[in-house]
């Protein structure tokens, strides 16, 4: 499938016209800006488009210049009630493909300047009745606004330019007419001066003549006198100006940023101009990237002389870092943060509460799926928000099992907690989070780290050669067994199924936190990423091993914990037991892996769960734990140094709360809504393949999958049997390939870089590329929860190429 985007050509300079109301004027401005364009750039090849239009074809729209108009449709309707005449369907994407050719059939050869003229105002309805502000947003044009002359139309042009903006276009001037009773471009020039906006005022036209001839000869005079006037000239000026920084600017990024920029998880040595994208903007599913490739290196010479695009499509293959949930540019998200920006900006939330925060509160524990959870602590993002669980946890465990830490005392620093977890963990970088993990790449050099913990190695889940395997560690068959093969992924969820096996685990289990117990050492709190461990290196866990590991921790008796004398636990059912069990779901929840808890994947409820990621579909940093009752209530006394004494100044501030709430009600809708049912419904399984299931879920089972992906089953079957590729899985929105490395796996290797690279350079017959994150021999992609199947299909056509 072609992707629009956002147009830049170096020798092409577009500018679109847009209404703040109806009956503004636009063609009227826009035939007098495409002569005076004429006068201005007697060497240009100036052009007018239309992309839709509606009525009758007219006089005006012969403007004396090459002019086009892509779908007429001859009633004087809005274009949505006059495309029901059509005799099919038009939809957006159809539109802006055509506009984009015809745009860039323009663009070789000598210079030229486009204007693109709209119809009606800003929110009029496109064909498909979604507003031209959203419509062609894909393609991001420098605009002019022509605003309104009329009594009104100060509110409704700065109406009209809100609304444009609050969806980043780039609006550089605003043209009208001068009207004397109103005076409205004397305020207007003002209001837009203050924001950087060019504001002229035109001759109005005159009152339309008694007859035909007389109007043509009248109009055709104005038009000869108006184009003079020196405004004309000031638009142009700017727009030539605006097209000239624009690529200024993209083409310096990549060196601007190599001087000042430190960037996170990069080596720098390494770093240099030509390996940093400049992002221009992004929508949907896609950057809009700036190619710093010589044509020679990334395309053919013909091929990129006869295009020259400055900007290329980039599938956002990380899903921007794992947050994106409704697509880049999503113009509801962005209403929703300027509305509480408006309502709120930013309030303390020391003792106060404002509905945005409580609102989410109550949203995050009515849905989690967790009756055990009560409380929710805001934080800022992921690591924090595991900072904060990692202390709820441990205060908890200390307070019953009668732990001192000993520092008011001034007796050292008292008894030492550790944690229990999974190798490959890793929960942030604030200092507590970082000892929560064992030694590696991330934290292996950092001066005060020291780990805190004791990690289990644990049996895997991938694909191999169209099968799914449950692989033991290395070195460890003797204690798990041999690899176990499936038939689907469901069986693999199936733990009820697989009890042999779980008693294999918790047999090890058990032994091995006896061994520890024996050695003295204290343990305050079981952390875990529930099913996958993404910067781990996207490691599928065994859901039955992590389910044990859980149950086994709650079952022990009290005295492996090390208690000093009497405890005070009296645990409900709904308290914590053991251990307080904290599952880290900052990547793996809100539905990245296809429900709203990744917890229910492993059929058991921690005591602290934290969200972040998706929380706000991509917008803003936001980060939630939630807290049972009894780990709450370890906090009180009438001590404050007894409270939980962590916060930030951002604390639940109100824009990322009422986004998140957005967010989230918009998935769940989508959820309900069987908006990921044809997904679910390409994971089925077929009747024949159902003999490992319960026969309760059969039925369920050949209808839609429980377990699935927005990666299609094909697809990722065919990638299994690659010679390079050591094993693969996809859940969810998430796929992740191993390339195979004679060295050795790890966040060393270099296996992935080539795949990545290749990706992102893309072919002579691809219109976009992707754009990839690699951890180690793992190359990820991820899409948003709202990437259509069409859009995967020609990613995975993509990838697939690649990789043979």
Same mark, same amino acid.
């Given at each position: ?186 305020? !207007? ?25 007389? @109007? ?33 600017? !993209? ?177 942030? @970088? ?66 009820? @199924? ?40 996207? !490691? ?74 998706l929380l706000t579909g991509g917008l803003l940093p936001l980060c939630t734990t939630l807290a049972s009752e009894s780990i709450f209530d370890a906090f009180l006394s009438n001590d404050k140094t007894d409270a939980l004494l962590h916060g930030h100044s951002y604390t639940a501030h109100a824009v990322g709360c009422d986004i998140a709430k957005f967010s989230l009600q918009t998935m769940m809708e989508m959820d309900r809504g069987g908006k990921w049912n044809g ?126």
């Amino acid at each position: 499938m072609r992707q629009v985007g956002s147009v830049l050509w170096p020798k092409l300079r577009t500018l679109q016209i847009y209404g703040a109301n109806t009956g503004v004027g636009k063609t009227v401005v826009s035939t007098l800006l495409l002569k005076r364009l004429k006068k201005h750039l007697p060497d240009y090849d100036v052009r007018y488009v239309k992309p839709v239009s509606t009525g009758p074809l007219t006089e005006a729209d012969n403007r004396g210049v090459l002019s086009k108009t892509l779908y007429q449709f001859d009633e004087p309707l809005s274009p949505h009630i006059a495309a029901r005449t059509a005799k099919e369907p038009i939809d957006d994407q159809s539109i802006l493909l055509r506009l984009d050719e015809e745009l860039s059939s323009y663009a070789s050869g000598k210079d030229g300047f486009v204007v693109v003229e709209t119809a009606g105002g800003v929110l009029s309805p496109a064909p498909s009745g979604n507003t031209q502000a959203d419509f062609y947003r894909p393609l991001r044009l420098p605009v002019s606004l022509v605003g309104d002359h009329k009594l009104g139309g100060i509110a409704t042009t700065i109406s009209a330019w809100e609304s444009l903006h609050v969806r980043g276009y780039d609006v550089g001037s605003v043209m009208l007419f001068e009207e004397s009773r109103y005076d409205n471009h004397t305020y !207007l020039k003002d209001y837009f001066a203050d924001r950087g906006i060019l504001t002229v005022s035109l001759p109005p036209p005159p009152a339309p003549a008694t007859s035909l001839s007389d @109007d043509e000869k009248q109009m055709s005079q104005y038009y000869a006198d108006a184009c003079t006037v020196p405004a004309l000239e000031r638009v142009i000026t700017q727009a030539l100006e605006a097209h000239t920084t624009r690529l200024t600017q !993209l083409q310096s990024l990549p060196a601007r940023a190599e001087k000042t920029i430190w960037h996170p998880f990069m080596q720098h040595t390494e770093r240099t101009e030509r390996n940093i994208l400049a992002i221009d903007s992004a929508y949907g599913d896609y950057f809009q990237t700036y190619q710093s490739l010589p044509p020679s290196e990334s395309q053919t010479r013909q091929r990129f002389e006869r295009e020259s695009h400055v900007l290329k499509p980039a599938f956002d293959g990380s899903a921007s870092w794992w947050t994106q949930g409704l697509g880049h540019g999503n113009p509801k998200l962005a209403l929703t943060a300027a509305h509480a920006a408006g309502r709120y900006g930013h309030v303390m939330f020391g003792g106060a509460a404002h509905e945005p925060a409580v609102g989410l509160a109550e949203m995050l524990l009515r849905n989690v799926g967790n009756p055990r959870l009560s409380r929710v602590f805001y934080t800022d993002n992921g690591s924090t928000g595991m900072e904060v669980a990692v202390k709820m946890a441990l205060k908890a465990a200390s307070k019953r099992y009668g732990w001192d830490a000993g520092m008011e005392r001034g007796e050292g620093r008292g008894d030492q907690v550790r944690i229990l977890g999974l190798k490959g963990s890793y929960h942030g @970088d604030t200092m507590g989070t970082m000892d929560c993990s064992e030694p590696s790449v991330y934290n292996r050099k950092v001066e005060w780290y020291k780990g805190k913990g004791h990690w289990f190695d644990f049996p895997l889940v991938k694909m191999k050669e169209g099968k799914w395997l449950v692989e033991p560690p290395q070195g460890m068959e003797d204690v798990f067994g041999p690899p176990q093969e499936f038939e689907n992924l469901d069986q693999v969820f199936e733990l009820p @199924d697989r009890g042999a096996v779980a008693e294999k685990y918790e047999r090890y289990l058990k032994n091995e936190l006896e061994r520890l117990a024996a050695q003295g050492i204290k343990f305050g709190a079981l952390i875990m990423e529930p099913v996958i461990l993404g910067a781990g290196g996207m !490691l599928f866990a065994d859901p039955l091993f992590q389910h044990t590991l859980v149950k086994v921790v709650r079952e022990h008796a009290p005295s492996l914990y090390q208690t000093q004398g009497p405890t005070t636990e009296q645990p409900d059912e709904l308290s914590w037991r053991g251990i307080p069990v904290v599952f880290d779901e900052v990547f793996t929840g809100l539905y990245r892996l296809g429900r709203f808890s990744s917890s229910s994947f492993l059929q058991t409820a921690p005591d602290i769960s934290v969200h972040a990621k998706l929380l706000t579909g991509g917008l803003l940093p936001l980060c939630t734990t939630l807290a049972s009752e009894s780990i709450f209530d370890a906090f009180l006394s009438n001590d404050k140094t007894d409270a939980l004494l962590h916060g930030h100044s951002y604390t639940a501030h109100a824009v990322g709360c009422d986004i998140a709430k957005f967010s989230l009600q918009t998935m769940m809708e989508m959820d309900r809504g069987g908006k990921w049912n044809g997904f679910k419904k390409q994971w089925a399984i077929p009747t024949t393949g159902i003999s490992g299931l319960r026969g309760k879920r059969a039925t369920v089972a050949t209808a839609l999958a429980e377990n699935w992906s927005m990666w299609s089953k094909d697809f990722v079957t065919e990638i299994s049997y690659e010679e390079k590729v050591e094993s693969l899985f996809a859940l969810g929105s998430v796929l992740a390939i191993s390339m195979k490395d004679p060295a050795g796996s790890g966040y060393t290797s270099t296996a992935a870089t080539g795949l990545r690279d290749q990706l992102l350079a893309g072919t002579d017959v691809a219109d976009s590329v992707i754009h990839s994150r690699v951890l180690g021999n793992v190359l990820y992609l991820m899409a948003s929860m709202t990437t259509t199947r069409e859009t995967l299909e020609s990613i995975e056509e993509v990838v697939k190429a690649a990789i043979k």
